[in-house]
Nanobody, 118 residues
Framework: VQLVESGGGLVQAGGSLRLSCAAS????????KGWFRQAPGKEREFVAA????????SYGDSVKGRFTISRDNDKNTVYLQMNSLEPEDTAVYYC????????????WGQGTQVTISS
């Protein structure tokens, strides 16, 4: 499985962005997907995850109510809709794939930079 993120950029606080993660491989629909982020000087942080079918989602406390994860298995793509963005959301965002939402994430994308200006 190869993952390629897109959609990052620079936005003002309070704005929105939608990240996309396109996956190669016919087994896309069998993998859970997650979004993680890492800010300079900080550890990688869990953002959101979604089950293979899309029926179950999970979010990190810092993004609950502001971010929404979704997937389109026909397009082999997972999305992260980010609203009410804050400067603290500035980070490199990574897409990852795992057998289940709680297992180790085996496949990772290269990351996309998100910068929120105050």
């Amino acid at each position: 499985v190869q993952l390629v993120e897109s959609g990052g950029g620079l936005v003002q606080a309070g704005g929105s962005l939608r990240l996309s993660c396109a996956a190669s491989g016919r087994t896309f629909a069998t993998y859970a997907k997650g979004w993680f982020r890492q800010a300079p000087g900080k550890e990688r942080e869990f953002v959101a995850a979604i089950s293979p079918s899309g029926g179950v989602t999970s979010y990190g406390d810092s993004v609950k109510g502001r971010f929404t994860i979704s997937r389109d298995n026909d397009k082999n793509t997972v999305y992260l809709q980010m609203n009410s963005l804050e400067p603290e959301d500035t980070a490199v965002y990574y897409c990852a794939a795992a057998v289940t939402m709680t297992s180790g994430y085996k496949y990772w994308g290269q990351g996309t930079q998100v910068t929120i200006s105050s």
